[in-house]
């Protein structure tokens, strides 16, 4: 491992260890993109440690709230809502999206 000019460790020496993550399946042909991003998001926190088990409920209630969930992240960190009006529910661009 190196390290970089701001100080920290740059991962290019390590060596790739190949592994498994046990996870919950998709139960439908219309939800993989939200569990795709779940498990990206679940191992993103987990870094630099791989998480042995992912799970993402599968229900049909708990995949429009994850998609909702994802939607007022990305409104919220693309400026094209301000956070309050997203969480209050007032940011007009919401009330366009199918679950909202």
Known sequence: MRWNRLGKADRV???WQPG???HTFQK???SC???VMEM????V????NIPKNVHVESSKRCIK????DMAEEILKGSGICSAPSVEMGTCS???LLPFG
């Open 40 to 43: 990206a998001k679940m191992t």
């Open 28 to 30: 439908d042909g219309t």
């Open 45 to 48: 926190m987990e870094f630099p």
């Open 93 to 95: 661009i919401l009330s």
């Open 65 to 68: 709230k994850l998609r909702q």
């Open 13 to 15: 020496n390590n060596k």
């Open 33 to 35: 993109g939200v569990f």
């Open 20 to 22: 498994t993550i046990t």
